[in-house]
Antibody
Framework: QITLKESGPPLVKPTQTLTLTCTLS??????????VGWIRQPPGKALEWLAL???????RYSPSLKSRLTITKDTSKNQVVLTMTNMDPVDTATYYC??????????????WGQGALVTVSS | DIQMTQSPSSVSASVGDTVSITCRAS??????LAWYQQKPGKAPKLLIY???TLQSGVPSRFRGSGSGTDFTLTISSLQPEDFATYYC?????????FGGGTKVEVK
C-alpha cells in the first residue's frame, strides 16, 4: 500500500527558508521509474506544480520558482525533501507530495499525501 | 509553459444530470492529460490518465476524451459524491501545468 506523508513547520516568517519532508511508504524512491513530486495549493486557489525528483536523482523545477527550490531524496530514510528559500506571504498554501504514475508522458500523480498547510506570516 | 484553461469555472447541477468540463491547452499535444477530483480539505484524486483511461476503481460514469488542444471530462448520471472541484493537468512537457479548476455545485 503506497502512502506519502508531508511534515514541516505550519508557520514560517517572511524571508525564512521552508523545509518540508515527504515520508514514503509502500515503495522505494530508488526503484527504477519512480518519481515523487511536490504540488501546492493556496487557499481557495488552483494547484501549482513545484518540483519532481526521479529515482536516478534527475530533478525538475517550476521555472518561475527554480531559483528558490531544492528537491533532494534521502534513500536511507526513504524520504523526499523540498526546501524553498525567501518565503513570502504569497507562498501560504497547502503543500502536497505525490507519487508519479508512470503511464507515458511526464506522468500524472496517483497517490498524494494529506497535505501540509504552511502559513507565512510575521 | 503550456497554459491550461478550464471551463466553466463552476457549474450547478442536480443528481442524475450529465456534466461536461472542458480543458483547452495553449498548444496542442497528444493524450498526456490527467483529470483529478478534489473535495474540500482533501488531496486531489486521480480519475483519468491519459486522456481517456479510467484509473482503477473510478466509476464508469466518468469519461475523458479529446486530444490536441481540447479535452473533455464528462460525468454522466451525477451522484451526490461527485459534487467537488475538478482539475485537468497536462503531462506533455515540463512544467506540468494544471487548469484553474471547475467546481460542480448542487443546483
Amino acid at each position: 500500500q503506497i502512502t506519502l506523508k508531508e511534515s514541516g513547520p505550519p508557520l514560517v516568517k517572511p524571508t525564512q527558508t521552508l523545509t518540508l519532508t515527504c515520508t514514503l511508504s509502500g515503495f522505494s524512491v530508488t526503484t527504477s521509474g519512480v518519481g515523487v513530486g511536490w504540488i501546492r495549493q493556496p487557499p481557495g486557489k488552483a494547484l501549482e506544480w513545484l518540483a519532481l525528483i526521479y529515482w536516478d536523482d534527475d530533478k525538475r523545477y517550476s521555472p518561475s520558482l527554480k531559483s528558490r527550490l531544492t528537491i533532494t531524496k534521502d534513500t536511507s530514510k526513504n524520504q523526499v525533501v523540498l526546501t524553498m528559500t525567501n518565503m513570502d506571504p504569497v507562498d501560504t498554501a497547502t503543500y502536497y507530495c505525490a507519487h508519479r504514475l508512470r503511464r507515458g508522458g511526464l506522468g500524472s500523480f496517483d497517490y498524494w499525501g494529506q497535505g501540509a498547510l504552511v502559513t507565512v506570516s510575521s | 509553459d503550456i497554459q491550461m484553461t478550464q471551463s466553466p469555472s463552476s457549474v450547478s447541477a442536480s443528481v442524475g444530470d450529465t456534466v461536461s468540463i472542458t480543458c483547452r491547452a495553449s498548444q496542442g499535444f497528444s493524450t498526456w492529460l490527467a483529470w483529478y477530483q478534489q473535495k474540500p480539505g482533501k488531496a486531489p484524486k486521480l480519475l483519468i490518465y491519459p486522456a481517456s483511461t479510467l484509473q482503477s476503481g473510478v466509476p464508469s460514469r466518468f469519461r475523458g476524451s479529446g486530444s490536441g488542444t481540447d479535452f473533455t471530462l464528462t460525468i454522466s448520471s451525477l451522484q451526490p459524491e461527485d459534487f467537488a472541484t475538478y482539475y485537468c493537468q497536462q503531462a506533455n512537457s515540463f512544467p506540468p501545468t494544471f487548469g484553474g479548476g471547475t467546481k460542480v455545485e448542487v443546483k
